[in-house]
């Protein structure tokens, strides 16, 4: 299932929390996404105005509704559903996004877990681009 509001504009964090859902699925037994977890894991807190917790562990794949406890967060990133939704569709980068202040990084990852986000964004990206995307 590709998500495809209507309007980009109207987008929700319902929208980006089904599109965030749709990255988690698609490193699915990606063995590189796997090596790169390597028995860790990766816990993101978004903070749209309702928080959600996105935790990446072994077959453990998950956005949940709620936040986390910031020490227990390995990212806290702070952004509008619209703008997660155009760093997610490759419309805005990142450092773009940053340096306009309209995404908020507000704790950094270590190298490893901001490589497997990375890794975790691409896998989606080329799923979308050959129509495979969960």
Known sequence: MTVSPTSP?????????????EIVAAGRGNDTLARRLEGGSLIVLFEFPEPY????????????????PYEDADVVIRAEPLTLHRLT????GGREAIVGGLLDIRKAPELNKLLLMRGMFNVHKKARARGEAP
């Not at 917790?53 to 986390?68: H, N, P």
């Open 9 to 21: 504009e109207s987008m929700t964090a319902a929208d980006v929390v089904a599109e965030l859902r």
């Open 89 to 92: 569709s490759g419309e805005l």
């Open 53 to 68: 917790t996105m935790r990446v562990s072994g077959d453990d794949r998950r956005v949940d509704e709620g936040g986390v």
